[in-house]
């Protein structure tokens, strides 16, 4: 049950019956989507490795529960490695925070990382219509280079130069509105 005509649907039915060679299947079909994810999401290669790891155990775990969309095992995928990268962001976060004085520890009582974020969604909606769908593909809803190339109708590479070139006006305006 190891061949690429196998549905995801097939390959996952598989893993309920604890067939590990449909879960490695599984694996080898999604691995670099998840991975690429995950490197979006946090910040070092052991955090990208133990959340994918995390990823596919979850999903050996939990087969029985899954509910497929359109065949495709992949959505359920990303979020659950979604999921796990903010847990290990979230303990990062914790761990550094433990380690700082409580005087120097900043509280959100004002709503700054709100106004934030409100702030960076405004400079989104300055970008042009292609860049910024672009952007909310890529940056926000974490879809692949590929996804957003077939959902727009431009090429990997416009969508790859476009992203480069979003987050570099992002990053330009963030700088300048910290002087």
């Keep these: 049950m190891t061949g690429v005509d196998v ?10 019956g604890n067939d590990r060679s449909a879960l490695a299947a599984l694996l080898a079909r999604h691995a670099r989507p998840v991975t690429r994810y995950a490197w979006a999401l946090v910040g070092n290669a052991a955090d990208v490795e133990e959340v994918v790891q995390d990823t596919f155990l979850t999903t050996w775990r939990r087969a029985e529960t899954i509910a497929l969309v359109d065949d495709s095992l992949l959505p359920w995928l990303l979020a659950t490695c979604r999921y796990l990268a903010l847990n290990v962001n979230r303990a990062h976060y914790r761990q550094s925070t433990e380690e700082l004085p409580s005087d120097l520890l900043v509280t959100d ?11 960076v ?12 769908s ?22 990997v590479g416009a969508v790859r130069q476009r992203v480069s070139r979003s987050r570099s006006r992002l990053r330009k305006a963030v700088t300048e509105n910290e002087a």
Aim: with cysteine; net charge negative; charged share 30%.
């Design 121 to 132: 969604m405004q400079e989104i909606a300055l970008l042009s219509p292609l860049d910024r």
């Design 109 to 119: 009582d004002d709503g700054e990382a709100r106004d934030r974020l409100r702030w």
């Design 134 to 155: 672009v952007t909310e593909l890529c940056l926000i809803e974490g879809r692949s280079y590929a996804e957003a190339s077939e959902h727009l109708g431009i090429t």
């Design 7 to 16: 549905s995801d649907g097939e390959l996952l039915a598989g893993v309920v």
